[in-house]
Each structure stands twice: as C-alpha cells, then as structure tokens.
C-alpha cells in the first residue's frame, strides 16, 4: 500500500510541473499594444496613476486633469486646479484624484456628470505638496503626499499623518501600508503613525519604485536605481533571479501584480517589463518593442487582463492576456510567408529573404532583430518551406528552389526555372518529387542521396500553387484566375497523359479563385462562395457538408487540417479553426484570432501547426504566434454604457453607465425640442467589433439589427414618456445586459393639461355665453315670431277677408250664373214646351184638318176630289209624323236635360226608339193625352205602351215610373 502511494505521488511530482509548463502561455512575439497619444486623448502629454472603475471605464491622472476613456472615446473630466494631477482612483461611485496641494473627488450629479468637491479644506492638509497615491485601506482611502498620509474616512473625518520628510511612495503589500520616506527609509503604517522597519532604514536616499508581494511571507522591493529585493519581513537580501539584472538596470518607477502569477514593472529606461514570480523574463515591452515611450509613470490592470501603462508621452494598452503576440516591426524580417521549424532552428520565409533563428532564442522574450539571421544567397521573395521523408529542408523561393543547410542554401534548380510554389511526393514514390512553379511543374529526383532538378513536366503550363492528389493518383491543380486542372499521368508519374480543365466546373456558383486543400483524404475546393468536393460518379461538384460552419458566415478561401484532425479556415479577413470533437462533429473557433484580423496576407495565406498549443501565422510586416490560453475567459461579461444623450438645441449632456446605473433625474424637453442623439460605448477593450442594438420603448415594436454604429438619432417624436435602451455584443458572442435610459417629450402648449383646462375652460365659458344668447335670441325669435305671426294672422285675416269677399263675390257670380242658367233652363224649358205645344197644336189642327178632308172625301158629288183630297192628307200625315221634328224636339230636350237620352241608353240599351221617346215625354211630365197627341196614336195606346215600358225597365207594381226616369 505505502509503494503504491509512493508511486503515485512520484507520478504527480513528474506531471504536475508539466501540467503548469503546459498551461503557461508563452509569448514568442509581442502582444498587441494599442497606442493612445496626446492628440487623441486631447490632453497633456505626461500620464500618471490609472485606474478602472466598477463600470469598466478607465481614468487617468493626466497633467491637464483626469482622463475617462469609455471603449471608444477620450474625454477630459472638467478642471479644476491648474497644476499637474498626479494620482487617481475609482473607488465606488466617485473618481478621487490628487494633485498639486489638493485632493478631492468627482461625484455625479442629476445628470449623472461629474463635479468635483475639494477636500484640502484647513491649512494642513491644503499645502500637502504633490498628492502621489490614493490608496483604498480597510475602512478608509489614504492619500499619500510629499508631507504626509491623510487618512480618509469621510468629509468630516480625515486625519492627517506627517511625513519625517518627504514620502514619495506608498504602498498596500500583503494588508499592511508600507511607505517611503527619502531620509528615514521604509516605514510602515500603525495605528496611525509611521515607524521606520527593522533594516527600512537602508533605502533613505535611493527611492523605492514599487514593493509587490511574491507570498504572504515575502515581498518583493524594487528600488529606482539599486535594483531588487526580497524582505521575509525579517531581513532583506538580493533578488537573484534572471530578471534582475536587467529589471535593475531599466530603473523601475512604479509595478503591479498580475493574477499573483506575474509581477509587472514600470521603468523609466525600458518601458514594461513583465515575470513570473520566480524572476523569468515573460515581456519586454519598449519603444524598439511596440511603445512609444520607455518611461513609464503608472501602472494598472483592467477586468479582461489588459495592462495599461501611463508614459511619459502618451498612454498604452497591452494585451497581456490575449493568444495572440507578434513577431514583426521591431525584428523587421518582412512580410511572414512561410515558417519551418528544423533541426533545432526556426525558419522564416518572408517577402525579403530567409531567416532562420535557434528554438532557443526564438523561445526567450529578450530575443532582438539580431538574433534573426538572413541565409546568404536568399535574398528575395520566399513562398514555402518543405522538409522531406529523409529530413532535408527545402526552399521555394521566386529564384527556383534551395536546399538549406544550416545557414546555407544551395539552390537546385537552374536559373532558367523561376518560382517554386509547393512540393508533392507522388503516391508510394520516394525518389521524385513535384514541384509546383509558376509555369507548369518541376520534377525533382534523387541522386546519390540528394535532390536534383529532373525536368519540367510537359503538357502542362499554367501555375500550379495548390496541389493535391485525388485517391486514384489523379492531381488537382488550381489556378487563380483559369480555375480546376485535373492531372493524369503515366504510370510512374514523370508525365502529363492527359488534362482536364473545369473552367466552367459543373455545380460550382463560380470556380474561380478556387484553392485545393486535402482534408481527411478527400480533395476540397474552398472559396468565398463555400466549399466543394468532386463526386467522380456524376463528373460534377457538390456543396460540402464543413459549410453548415460557416452559415451566415464569410466562407474560407483556403483551409487546411492539421496533424490533430482540426481544420483551420481562413476568410478575407480573418483566421479560425474548426475544432474536432470526440464525435468527429466540428465546433467553430474564431475569438481568439481577433487580433490577427486585417493584418493577412491576403491570396498568400499561411499557418504552421507547431504542437496542440501553438502555432504561427503569417501577417503583414512577419509573423503572428497563437498560444491556447486556458486562464482567458472569453465569455467575460462587460458592460454598455450611454456616454451621452443629448437634445439638438441644448449643450446639456446626460450619462449613464453600467452596472446598477441610477438615473437620478428623467428629463424632460418642450415638444419644440423633440429631436435628440444619443451617443453609447463599450468597455471591451481587446477587440474593436463591437455591435450594437438599440430599442426606444415607446417607438419601435423591436431590437435594431447589430450595427458598429455607436450613436443613434431621433427627431420629430410625439409627446410622451419613453425610454432608450442599448446593448452590445462583442466578438465573442457575449451580449451586455441592456440599458436604458427615460426621457419625457412634453406636448406642445395646445396639448398639455392647463391648455386642456383652459380649453375646458373656455368650451364652460362658450356653453354659458351660447346658452345666455341663444336665450336671448330665442327670446328676440319669439318676438320676432311672434310680430311675424300677428303680421301672418293679420295678411292671412285680410286674405281671408279677401276670400270671403272674393267668395261672396263668386257666391254671387255663382248666383247669378245659377240665375242666368235658371233663366236660360226656363227659356229652353219654355220654348221647348212651345215646341212640343206647337207641335201639339198643329198635330191636333192637323188632325181636325184631316177629319175634315175625310168627311169632305166622302162626298161623291166631286169628280176627282177624292184623289186631290188623298193627297192632301198624305202630306199632312207626313208633316204630322217627320221625324225632324223629332230630332228638333231631341235637341230642344238634350239641351234642358243634359244627356238623358245617352244615359237611358247606357242603362236600357233595349229599348226602342218609340219606348225612348216614351221616356223623354214622362221625363217633361206630360200626359197620356200629351204624348197620344205627339205621338199620333190613341191615349189608350200610350197607357199600353208605359205598361210595355215598366216591363223593360224592370219596374215593380208600386214602383213610380215617372220618378224613376227622372232618376235616371
């Protein structure tokens, strides 16, 4: 059991320091270091003490006052005293800050911009001389200057603590306040009072730049010009590690811890300086080495690992904890092309020749341009580095290709042969090698153990970059700008049997600027319109199933697996990785390549795979090393801050920033002033692809899409109270929590609630005043009505009076018309009875007539008179029964009776014209007698012939005939 424990804990002394060795990020170049100067900042040229608030926004002492930087722009906290500021801290809600016989801080007022409170309030304390450090202490903030510490606990609780002369320095190592004073040394801090150190006494004169802790028993004192020392709080002795010296010599002014794994240096001669706590070199960052300044004045470490360092002239950020650092600028090796590490050495091939540097020094962040050596005879563009299955080194080179010996090159091929792109071993051969050049492909041969130029291929004559072999010994070959060859050869390929060109590839959106890579076996064509593979049994190409990565995404111009089964990608713009899981799916990597976006070599893309944690990139200007950083938490939450709403017609700025931003005040504005712009920032600061989604509740019905537009502008909104909310999201996928900020656009004077008073107001006053004179109109209408009425009753008692005058006049044209008719009725009634008695009486004097000529005919005594007196008679029966004058007598009738006769015939159509003359006699009330007289026949003859006519008219016994026809 005690062997088998022993085992074990001799396996974790072997793996433990490789497992810390393996999760070391190691930095072969120079992280990204983003420069800020003077005239971006618009500032003074010297920065001191920086520090970050809660918010992620960073302040900086600057000689012209306090600097905030927000993610995307500088700006100058407003001033207040006309000297150099020299010290500041972001501590809860306020921003302190220390300066020349003063100290104070900057809190936020309604509009949540910042006015500053002074706090050099009595004669001490006002004449303190230069305020170098704000340091936060338990339940207080220390403000350490050249006469002293002011102890702050509040603004009615401050306690000054004088110096023994002067205190340049001030420290919070492992909880206690170590200070230091030119002629008494090292101090320390208690109850109140400073007491020089056991041995503190030893510093006076020399200046103390920094005290960092290395454990809770030791800390480390870093003097400004005797170097390094460690004090076990008992004695103090050298720092002995590879960093001393020349942290010793760069006179170190200020440091800082970095995760308690790293101790930082600011110096005045070398700019930053960066161990391990055991003392081993992990940066140098100068002005050869990417600043612009080697003095650096303050010191200071934000939320995403970044150093910021405040210079002499200007203020920096490195990108400390970034997988990306750069080998290029300073080492001024060209453009990075190829890279090849061989037999202990790195080769770089760039645009200027090749250089090649030992793994040693290529590995030690001291490195310098000298240590990269250009091999003679080189000098130009290199494309590409290849080491063969026996372990020689070959070069592509624009002039043909070398072999490298060393620090040699030998070159291969003759003079004529120009451009060496790539080289491919033929399937299952050894002894030959095809080279890809920029006319056709070289054949390369062994001889006695070395590589000789063989010939050019004949057949093919185009550049061939790309070049992979398909499973059935075919080469695919791109081109550029002609598109897809497809190689076949000979049985022993040393030539071209035939070729295939796919200028216009079936299945493809275009198939130029096509690239060929090999990935698990399979030939793949990649461009910016996505990846394709050859399906043999069709002769065409299809989509492959790797473009599901890159949905919505910019496709890969080239990719490229490597030894662990990953495959890397490269776009126009960027680089990334698609990470092979257990399952054999891919997940897609791009965050950590941020830093390398922009900088490619676009159509010469290159990436060398050292091991599963590194590998090297190339980039305008060299090389960009990727180092896996498991500490790197790409994920970190940030926040979004509103770094200005304004109105149009107003100067007035308000503020608004994360986290737990209280918005002391909601403004608000005339409808006359509803146009604003609101300006908004992140403080991400490794990466500039920041987007941003804005929603104005109240407005829009959803989130904006994300845009790198950092401000935003609406005008002519209605009254109302709204609400403007942004987010962002960063590179890395990570979303900001949203904030918001409310606003109130009044309504115009004709809309708010007095004008609606008044207009209540008003409507009241218009209802009474119409009501009083509708009243009084109505009592003038019914006056007016009523003289109307009596004028109406008065012309309608005229016009009345008026018809009944006119009517009795009419009554009495009526009467007399009545009269006259009367009249005329008699006079035809009279002169009808006449008539009728005319004719009566000329009947009967007829008749006698008649009998007399009869008795006259009766005498025989006269010859002839018998005739003559017949004759008579015949006319006088004649005269007696005319029938005008019947119709004489009809009219005469008609004309008193009015159309008697029609009626009876209408009624009685069956009646004859004797029964109708009948009914015209009873109808003028003549008797028997009368009528046998007109009607020539006997009264006995009449009564039978009214009996005839009862019958035809229907009559009963006791109906009256002559009424009953005088109804008619």
């Known amino acids: 059991m005690k062997s088998y424990r022993f085992k074990i804990l001799l396996l974790f002394c072997l793996v433990y320091p490789a497992i810390i060795l393996a999760t070391e990020v190691v930095f072969l170049g120079i992280p990204e270091i983003e420069y800020f100067n003077r005239r971006q900042y618009k500032g003074g040229t010297q920065n001191w003490q920086i520090s970050q608030a809660e918010s992620g926004i960073i302040y900086a002492a600057n000689n012209d006052g306090i600097l905030e930087y927000d993610g995307t722009t500088w700006r100058l906290l407003t001033r207040v005293v006309d000297v150099i500021v020299r010290s500041v801290l972001a501590h809860e809600d306020k921003i302190y800050m220390g300066a020349y016989n003063e100290f104070g801080y900057y809190f936020k007022n309604n509009r949540n911009e910042f006015e500053y409170k002074s706090l050099s309030v009595n004669d001490e304390i006002s004449a303190l001389g230069d305020v170098w450090n704000i340091i936060p202490y338990n339940n207080m903030l220390i403000f350490q200057a050249d006469k002293g510490l002011v102890l702050y606990r509040d603004d009615q609780d401050m306690q000054f603590v004088p110096a023994r002369s002067r205190i340049s320095n001030a420290f919070l190592v492992n909880g206690i306040i ?41 800390v480390l004192i870093g003097t400004i010009s005797e170097g390094l020392f460690v004090w076990d709080y008992q004695q103090f002795k050298p720092w002995e590690t590879p960093a001393a010296e020349i942290i010793a010599n760069a006179n170190v002014f200020c440091g800082t811890n970095y995760d308690s794994e790293f101790l930082i240096f600011g110096t005045i001669q070398s700019g930053v300086i960066v161990t391990d ?27 995403e690992g970044n150093i910021w360092a405040g210079l002499d002239n200007g203020i920096a950020r490195i990108n400390y904890n970034s997988t990306i650092s750069f080998i290029h600028g300073y080492y001024d090796i060209g453009t990075g092309y190829t890279m090849e590490k061989f037999q202990n050495n790195i080769y770089l091939g760039t645009n200027q020749a090749l250089y090649h540097i030992s793994n040693e020094d290529f590995r030690n962040p001291e490195k310098n341009r000298d240590d990269f050596t250009r091999i003679p005879g080189t000098s130009g563009q290199v494309w590409s580095l290849f080491v063969d299955k026996e372990g020689r080194l070959l070069c592509g080179h624009n002039n043909g290709v070398f ?126 319109h996505g990846i394709y593979g050859y399906d043999n049994s069709s002769a065409s190409f299809y989509r492959h199933y790797l473009n599901r990565y890159f949905i919505n995404e910019e496709y890969p111009v080239v990719i490229q697996q490597d030894q662990y089964n990953n495959i890397w990608f490269f776009t126009t713009e960027g680089v990334g990785v698609l990470r092979r899981l257990e399952d054999g799916s891919y997940t897609r990597v791009v965050g950590p390549f941020y830093p390398v976006h922009g900088r490619l070599v676009n159509g010469f893309e290159f990436l060398k795979i050292l091991d599963e944690r590194n590998a090297i990139i190339g980039v305008e200007d ?43 005040q909601v403004p608000e504005w005339p409808y006359s002033k509803n146009s604003f712009e609101v300006t908004y920032s992140a403080t991400t600061f490794e990466n500039s692809n920041v987007r941003y989604s804005t929603y104005i509740e109240g407005i829009d019905s959803d989130w904006s899409a994300w845009t790198s537009q950092k401000q935003r502008q609406f005008t002519n909104i209605r009254e109302g109270k709204y609400t403007f909310w942004v987010k962002a999201v960063n590179i890395h996928g990570v979303e900001s929590d949203p904030i918001g900020f409310i606003f109130i656009v009044n309504p115009p004077w004709i809309r708010t609630t007095t ?61 007399l018309r009545n009269e006259k008719l009367r009249n005329e009725m008699m006079f035809k009634e009279k002169e009808l009875a006449n008539s009728t008695m005319n004719i009566i009486h000329k009947n009967e004097f007829l008749l006698k007539v008649k009998e007399e000529l009869a008795r006259v005919s009766k005498q025989r005594d006269f010859t002839g008179m018998d005739r003559k007196v017949k004759d008579i008679i015949r006319k006088i029966d004649k005269d007696i029964d005319n029938d005008s004058h019947w119709e004489v007598f009809e009219l005469h009738l008609e004309q008193v009776h009015e159309d008697f006769l029609k009626r009876l015939h209408e009624k009685f159509p069956d009646l004859s014209s004797k029964e109708k003359k009948l009914s015209a006699y009873l109808r003028m009330d003549m008797t028997s007698k009368e009528i046998s007289s007109l009607l020539n026949i006997s009264v006995r003859a009449v009564e039978n012939n009214r009996y005839k006519l009862r019958k035809k008219l229907g009559l009963e016994g006791g109906d009256n005939l002559i009424d009953f026809i005088m109804n008619i």
Request: glycine residues 8%.
């Open 178 to 218: 170590m200070v230091y004073d030119e002629e008494a040394g090292l101090m320390e801090l208690r109850n109140n009072n400073l007491f020089v150190v056991s041995g503190g006494e030893q510093f006076a004169g020399i200046g103390i730049g920094t005290i960092l802790p290395l454990s809770d028993r030791e």
């Open 277 to 303: 706590i055991n003392g081993n070199v992990q940066l140098i960052a100068n002005k050869d080495r990417g600043l612009q300044n080697n003095t650096v004045l303050g010191l200071d470490i934000d939320f």
């Open 403 to 528: 072999e490298i010996y060393g620090s040699n090159a030998q070159p291969i091929t003759p003079a004529s042969v120009m451009g060496a792109w790539i080289f491919r071993y033929p399937p299952n051969r050894d002894d030959i090698l095809l080279v890809g050049s920029y006319s056709g492909i070289l054949i390369l041969r062994k001889d006695r153990n070395n590589w000789v130029f063989d010939k050019r291929l004949n057949g093919f004559s185009e550049s061939a970059r790309y070049m992979e072999w398909d499973s059935d010994g075919s080469l695919w070959v791109t081109h550029g700008y002609l598109g897809i060859f497809r190689l076949y050869f000979n049985d022993d390929y040393t030539e071209v049997d035939r070729v295939e060109e796919y200028s216009e590839a079936r299945g493809m959106v275009d198939n130029a600027a096509l690239n060929v890579s090999l990935i698990n076996g399979e030939p793949l064509f990649s461009s910016i």
């Open 622 to 664: 060299g090389f960009a090393h990727y180092s896996v950083n498991e500490r790197k938490n790409f994920m970190k939450p940030f926040h979004v801050h509103i770094r200005g709403f304004r109105n149009h017609d107003e100067s007035v700025t308000y503020y608004l920033a994360q986290p737990n931003g209280e918005q002391k």
């Open 755 to 815: 004008a609606k008073v008044l207009y209540v107001f008003v409507v009241i006053l218009l209802l009474l005043g119409s009501w009083i004179l509708m009243n009084r109109l109505m009592e003038r209408s019914k006056m007016l009505e009523k003289r109307r009425q009596q004028e109406k009753f008065r012309i309608r008692e005229e016009q009345l009076r008026n018809a009944a005058l006119d009517l009795e006049n009419e009554k009495e044209m009526i009467r």
